[in-house]
């Protein structure tokens, strides 16, 4: 099985940077896409931004400018990097992996547990 399991949320200001990170461990034959979804209260998950193994990054229209997306494929670990946080980020931060689990099964999507992101005005 997988294991997805972020870090680095929490309670921030408005215009400070948060650095969000995601891991993912277990039995792994190959990762594909990693990315990030958020939930804000009372909203649906929402996708944000989405990275290919090759490293080629993709980001809602709403955050390209501020939220930077890469990973490492080594560590099989993708990164967020959240500038000028506003308070309509505040949201739990889901992380998403699409990963081949044997070299004869498919790919499965894999979600973390999410990590809460607060920003206070």
């Known amino acids: 099985q997988v294991q997805v399991v972020e870090s680095g949320g929490g309670l921030v200001q408005a215009g400070g940077t948060l650095n969000l990170s995601c891991t993912a461990s277990g039995t792994i034959y190959s990762v594909n896409t990693m990315g990030w979804y958020r939930q804000a209260p009372g909203k649906g998950r929402e996708w944000v931004a989405g990275?290919?193994?090759?490293?080629?990054?993709n980001l809602a229209n709403s955050v390209k400018e501020r939220f930077i997306i890469s990973r490492d494929n080594a560590k099989n670990t993708v990164y967020l990097q959240i500038n000028d946080l506003q308070p309509e980020d505040t949201a739990v931060y889901y992380c998403?992996?699409?990963?081949?689990?044997?070299?004869?099964?498919?790919?499965?999507?894999?979600w973390g547990q999410g990590t809460q992101v607060t920003v206070s005005s």
């Open positions: 990275i290919n193994s090759r490293g080629v990054p």
């Open positions: 998403w992996v699409v990963a081949v689990t044997t070299a004869v099964d498919g790919m499965q999507d894999f």
